[in-house]
Every structure is written in structure tokens, then in C-alpha cells.
């Protein structure tokens, strides 16, 4: 688990209802914004053009996006929450506050797949897929592990 995840968990407490619990969590950023911020014309225009439709998608499902964000499962809610820069070594990432949530009944289904580096987490809100990028360090696998455990619980 990095320290990233364990400073989402422990900051996001106060964002929970009671007794809700958070399963997992991770820092994203939205499909595309990598390409967007590569520095050059095409890879601006391709990655802003992506992060566009992926953030008309979510809110469609009801779900807000922003710059930096971490995503946190609990037992009850899948919630987007604002966080700081993450500057690296466990520095930034601190929850700043919540953006948006939606029920854990409402999530279809959470996909992670490979992403040179890093993994592509596709969320599946009331039939609309929302794709994210998840750095190397993520905890991709336990947000999935963690949706299959809040599911079978449900």
C-alpha cells in the first residue's frame, strides 16, 4: 500500500458517513490528461480532446472529475475527491474536499488494464464507462478487489 493510498484513507474519514468505511483508494487523473500535458500541438490537442469526453461522460453518470483527484471506495460510495499536486515521495496529495460520489449499487463494474507504465481504470457508472489513468504506483488491483468485496456485500 503507498503513502499516498494511506493518507487518502485517513484524510477522506471526515467525507464518510457513519460508519461507512473506505475499501480503497488511489490517485487518478483523467484519460488523456497524460498525452495532454506531453508538451507538443498534437499530443495537446488528442489528450485535451479525450479528458473533454471523459469528463462529459461521468458527469452523464453522475459523477464530477478534477485535477488533481484521488478516488476512494468504500463500502457504501465510490467518491471523487479534490486532492493537492503530488509532488512525489508521499509530499502533496493531501484531500482537499469531495467532489462527488455515487452509490456503490450504481457502479457496473470496475476494469483495470495495462498502460505502459501505468494501468487504465475503467469505471462503469449506470451503463457509462469513465476511463482514468493510474500511475505505477497505484493500487489498481485493490480498488478492483475492493468494488468485488463492497458488491458481493451489497
Known amino acids: 500500500m503507498s503513502s499516498y493510498e494511506e ?4 484524510q477522506a474519514r471526515s467525507y464518510l458517513q457513519p460508519g461507512e468505511q473506505i475499501l480503497a483508494a488511489l490517485i487518478a487523473r483523467t484519460r488523456g490528461a497524460t498525452m ?13 480532446r479525450k479528458v473533454a469526453q471523459q469528463r462529459r461522460a461521468a458527469e452523464g453518470a453522475g459523477l464530477k472529475l478534477t485535477s488533481p483527484m484521488a478516488l476512494a ?3 457504501q ?13 508521499g509530499k502533496g496529495g493531501d484531500v482537499k474536499e ?8 450504481d ?4 476494469e483495470i488494464k495495462r498502460l505502459l507504465v501505468g494501468k487504465v481504470v475503467t469505471v462503469t457508472v449506470r451503463g457509462t464507462r469513465v476511463k482514468l489513468e493510474v500511475g505505477a ?15 458481493s456485500a451489497a
Open 7 to 10: 493518507k487518502i484513507k485517513e
Open 36 to 48: 495532454a500535458s506531453a508538451g507538443n500541438l498534437a499530443g495537446n490537442a488528442i489528450g485535451g
Open 77 to 89: 460510495r465510490l467518491l471523487v475527491l479534490k486532492i493537492s499536486p503530488v509532488i512525489g515521495m
Open 98 to 105: 469531495l467532489v462527488s460520489g455515487v452509490p456503490v449499487a
Open 73 to 75: 471506495l468504500t463500502d
Open 107 to 110: 457502479v457496473d463494474s470496475i
Open 137 to 151: 504506483t497505484g493500487d489498481a488491483r485493490g480498488m478492483a478487489d475492493g468494488f468485488a468485496q463492497a458488491k
